[in-house]
């Protein structure tokens, strides 16, 4: 750690204040909130949180440290993490080095003995703002014009996408998927390796041509970060591909199967972030607790073509939470049945995408 003291300065003007650990530069982004409990490795590690502030509402972050097998991806993505209590001396027989290490040797700031729970309220009643973190001595006002004077970045998918094709084979494979990697999650590819599925995972601005060419049983479409209206070059492949191949998509994926069939998308006040958000199946009626990550969410009301239907919906917001097309086996989902962190109540759905290319009906 390196314990000097830190500000942030929100862009209406509010100011928190800690101490630093992990990488001493200043830093901005779109501060969001997190609760889960555990996770805090796959969370730095999801690439969905790019160009974000990560505040954790749970309190003690680090006790574990940080693990070799654990990570959701090769990147560190957020600009920054903020916690109440940042423990520096895990205990567990796993950890190879402390997520105070991680940070540094990533660039990325953390900031502790901030009062997250006043800032994390603050989120849920002003909504998502961006935030500069900085050094004691900034004033607020000169805070302000920095962030003001910012541009907001775009187009994330296309930094956080790998840029060639990569493979992850298993023993006995029954299919062959196709991942468009929008900011991909390892343990969606871990998960469609242990139902059975070799998996290529693509940039995501790989064409319907060349995805057709390697011959899938089915195409998945990844998560990622920022706005889905900024990823029309994979929105295009989708309207290609959905009558010819059963797909099969999360978080962002989900939005981009949407704006596929006409559908608009928006931005929710301060999104959804955690391992604990119930969402209704309403085809079997039943509850599910789901792992979530997405500022974005589909406008149920834009939804015009008649071949796609709601499938889920969010019993906090009623937002709509996945989709499918049983005419051209298309279903998507907005929250993250592979968890990493969070349960897995909707693991199902891999059972669904994978009796799908096997013939079987959404």
Known sequence: ???????????????????????????????????????????????????????????????????????ESRIVSPQAMIVRDYNDQPSNFRYTKTLAELLYDNGVVGVSGVDTRKLVRHIRDVGSQRVLITSDDISADEGKERIQNEPVPHDAVSRVSCKKRWYARTANPKYNVVAIDCGIKLNIVRMLNRYGCNVVVVPYDTDSDTILQMHPDGVFVSNGPGDPADVTVVVETIRKLRTLLPIFGICLGHQLIARAYGAETYKLKFGHRGGNHPVKNLI?????????????????????????????????????????????????????????????????????????????NV
Do not use: W
């Open 1 to 71: 750690m390196n314990n000097n003291k830190r500000k942030l300065i929100l862009e209406d003007g509010s100011v928190y204040e800690g101490y630093g650990f992990g990488a001493d530069t200043d830093t901005g982004g779109e501060l969001v909130c997190n609760t889960s409990m555990v996770g805090y490795q796959e969370i730095v590690s999801d690439p969905s949180y790019t160009d974000q502030a990560v505040v954790m509402s749970y309190p003690l972050i680090g006790n574990y440290g940080i693990t070799d097998e654990d990570f």
């Open 284 to 360: 079997t009626g039943r509850i599910e607790i789901t792992s979530q990550n997405h500022s974005y969410a589909v406008d149920e009301k834009s939804i015009a073509d008649k071949k796609i239907k709601v499938s889920h919906i969010n019993l906090l917001d009623n937002t709509v939470e996945g989709l499918f097309a049983e005419e051209d086996r298309v279903i998507s989902v907005q929250y993250h049945p592979e968890s990493a962190p969070g349960p897995q109540d909707s693991a199902y759905l891999f059972d669904r995408f994978i009796g799908m290319m096997g013939g079987k």
